[in-house]
């Protein structure tokens, strides 16, 4: 019953079998293609995927070329771009850039090594309806393009994580990855909860009418928070417990079987926010997310032997179900580029250094690589240029030992 409500437009006996309910998927419930492939019995259940960075929420550092021909060369974010050329251009470039940046072949691709999950950071602006046109700017017709990468992805058996990346005002200041380069972060008011409540019911409604969007199991509430205590407070208190209700209000509204609820997902307590759990009453079908970036940890050393050990030894576990949704092969700034770190010299270390951090991904719910695609030349943060470079594998199953 939970599956006809959920997609009652579809009709014929042949879709109705591709079906999927929206849960984590485990050894007992197979998202399946088209063909009936199941992409995760060859995992035994964990996640493996890989993010779709500048789709739709661009991040300049990740493709300057790109950002450039699109005319937004020298503007820190999507805002300050279409701020710059206006509306009507500014739609036509992005609307260059969603179609050719991730495309079907590259759904191909990513199936073809093994891979599981999509996460897909979007922007609030994608709801056009709640966003202030008077003093807010962002790129328009997104949703589309959405339905058609959803589409490609739900044929090809992968499950799929909608991240809201960029907030209502903002969650975090001056980052690319909110949409807007803001000099503070303005989310943490009762008027930006409210925007983003909207376009979550919005999101679920979307998702359980639109057969494109079948396979996506997992909604992000808001990725990467401030980690000041009184704007987290406020969100954990306020906006957490407010998504929850309104999330599981609006699949009940479309009669949609409890056992067919998304999974709900914050950042886990290890990001420094809180304890995302705190003011909740109900857990069910909620999941977290972890960032891991040992880049940036200063407290690990960087030697190689310490990189791997430390990676072998991490324990990720602060709240359960946890995915580790963003961690990458970059070392700091200072060391990547010297002979002892540089990427083309070094392939077996970085083989060695992925495997590490799959071992202990892989302990938890599994694991989602930043990013898919990069124009940067550095397989560091390409999973795509890391396949082709040899380090990642492309049976992943067959990922070394090395713990």
């Given at each position: 019953?939970?599956?006809?409500s959920k997609?009652?437009?579809?009709?014929?006996?042949?879709?109705?079998?591709?079906?999927?309910?929206?849960?984590?998927?485990?050894?007992?419930?197979?998202?399946?293609?088209?063909?009936?492939?199941?992409?995760?019995?060859?995992?035994?259940?964990?996640?493996?995927?890989?993010?779709?960075?500048?789709?739709?929420?661009?991040?300049p550092?990740?493709?300057?070329?790109?950002?450039?021909?699109?005319?937004?060369?020298?503007?820190?974010?999507?805002?300050?771009?279409?701020?710059?050329?206006?509306?009507?251009?500014?739609?036509?470039?992005?609307?260059?850039?969603?179609?050719?940046?991730?495309?079907?072949?590259?759904?191909?691709?990513?199936v073809?090594?093994g891979?599981?999950?999509?996460?897909?950071?979007?922007?609030?602006?994608?709801?056009?309806?709640?966003?202030d046109?008077?003093?807010?700017?962002?790129?328009?017709?997104?949703?589309?393009?959405?339905?058609?990468?959803?589409?490609?992805?739900?044929?090809?058996?992968?499950?799929?994580i909608?991240?809201?990346?960029?907030?209502?005002?903002?969650?975090?200041?001056?980052?690319?990855?909110?949409?807007?380069?803001?000099?503070?972060?303005?989310f943490?008011?009762?008027?930006?909860?409210?925007?983003?409540?909207?376009?979550?019911?919005?999101?679920?409604?979307?998702?359980?009418?639109?057969?494109?969007?079948?396979?996506?199991?997992?909604?992000?509430?808001?990725?990467e928070?401030?980690?000041?205590?009184?704007?987290?407070?406020?969100m954990?208190?306020?906006?957490?417990?407010?998504?929850v209700?309104?999330?599981r209000?609006?699949e009940?509204?479309?009669?949609?079987?409890?056992?067919?609820?998304?999974?709900?997902?914050?950042?886990?307590?290890?990001?420094?926010?809180?304890d995302?759990?705190?003011?909740?009453?109900?857990?069910?079908?909620?999941?977290?997310?972890?960032?891991?970036?040992?880049?940036?940890?200063?407290?690990?050393?960087?030697?190689?032997?310490?990189?791997?050990?430390?990676?072998?030894?991490?324990?990720?576990?602060?709240?359960?179900?946890?995915?580790?949704g963003?961690?990458?092969?970059?070392?700091?700034?200072?060391?990547?580029?010297?002979?002892?770190?540089?990427?083309?010299?070094?392939?077996?270390?970085?083989?060695?250094?992925?495997?590490?951090?799959?071992?202990?991904?892989?302990?938890?719910?599994?694991?989602?690589?930043?990013?898919?695609?990069?124009?940067?030349?550095?397989?560091?943060?390409?999973?795509?240029?890391?396949?082709?470079?040899?380090?990642?594998?492309?049976?992943?199953?067959?990922?070394?030992?090395?713990?």
């Amino acid at each position: 019953m939970g599956v006809i409500s959920k997609f009652a437009a579809v009709t014929t006996l042949t879709t109705l079998a591709t079906l999927t309910n929206a849960w984590l998927p485990e050894e007992n419930k197979s998202i399946t293609a088209k063909d009936g492939t199941n992409l995760f019995k060859s995992s035994n259940g964990k996640i493996r995927g890989v993010n779709l960075g500048s789709q739709f929420v661009f991040e300049p550092w990740i493709a300057e070329s790109e950002w450039s021909g699109m005319g937004c060369g020298g503007k820190n974010s999507e805002f300050d771009c279409v701020s710059s050329l206006g509306q009507d251009a500014a739609n036509t470039a992005f609307a260059n850039h969603w179609a050719s940046w991730t495309t079907q072949d590259d759904i191909n691709e990513m199936v073809s090594y093994g891979l599981n999950t999509i996460r897909v950071p979007v922007g609030y602006w994608l709801r056009e309806d709640i966003v202030d046109a008077d003093s807010e700017h962002f790129p328009q017709g997104g949703l589309d393009q959405l339905k058609k990468l959803c589409g490609w992805a739900s044929d090809s058996g992968l499950y799929i994580i909608i991240d809201l990346h960029g907030a209502p005002g903002a969650q975090e200041a001056e980052n690319a990855f909110t949409g807007q380069y803001a000099s503070e972060p303005g989310f943490y008011t009762d008027y930006n909860y409210e925007r983003a409540l909207k376009w979550l019911e919005w999101m679920v409604d979307l998702v359980y009418q639109t057969d494109e969007m079948r396979n996506v199991g997992m909604l992000e509430i808001v990725n990467e928070p401030v980690q000041d205590e009184a704007s987290a407070s406020s969100m954990r208190s306020k906006y957490y417990p407010q998504a929850v209700e309104r999330i599981r209000a609006a699949e009940q509204k479309l009669s949609v079987d409890s056992n067919d609820y998304l999974h709900i997902q914050t950042m886990d307590k290890s990001w420094g926010s809180g304890d995302p759990n705190e003011y909740l009453d109900d857990l069910t079908y909620m999941a977290y997310d972890d960032h891991r970036y040992i880049k940036w940890d200063t407290s690990v050393s960087p030697s190689h032997d310490n990189y791997i050990s430390t990676s072998c030894g991490d324990n990720r576990d602060s709240n359960w179900p946890n995915i580790v949704g963003e961690w990458s092969l970059s070392v700091p700034d200072d060391i990547e580029a010297s002979s002892d770190w540089e990427p083309s010299s070094n392939t077996d270390f970085y083989g060695k250094w992925f495997a590490a951090q799959v071992h202990s991904y892989e302990k938890q719910q599994g694991w989602i690589f930043w990013t898919w695609k990069s124009q940067l030349n550095d397989y560091r943060w390409s999973y795509q240029d890391a396949v082709k470079a040899g380090v990642i594998p492309k049976d992943l199953n067959s990922v070394q030992s090395v713990c």
